[in-house]
């Protein structure tokens, strides 16, 4: 029986804290930065966490299920 593949562009997007939640970097905070508020440009700094229905599908993403 072959192995089976992690997603590649999951397993580079999400990361799994010890509690076992997951993570995510938020978008729009790569470039132009002028134009966003210090406000909107820190709350774009804290990551976000993958909503509960969404949960069971990035977890198979990363065959942790």
């Known amino acids: ?3 089976v ?5 999951a ?3 999400f990361k799994v804290t010890g509690t ?4 995510f970097q ?4 790569r470039h132009i930065l002028t134009k966003k508020s210090t406000k ?3 709350t774009l700094s ?3 966490v993958v909503a509960a ?9 990363l065959r942790l299920k």
């Open 53 to 61: 229905p969404n949960q069971d599908f990035v977890m198979r993403l």
């Open 20 to 23: 076992g939640k997951i993570t």
């Open 46 to 48: 804290i990551k976000g």
């Open 40 to 42: 909107r440009k820190r």
């Open 26 to 29: 938020k978008s729009f905070k």
């Open 1 to 3: 029986m072959p192995k």
């Open 5 to 9: 593949k992690t997603n590649s562009s």
């Open 11 to 13: 397993k580079k997007r």
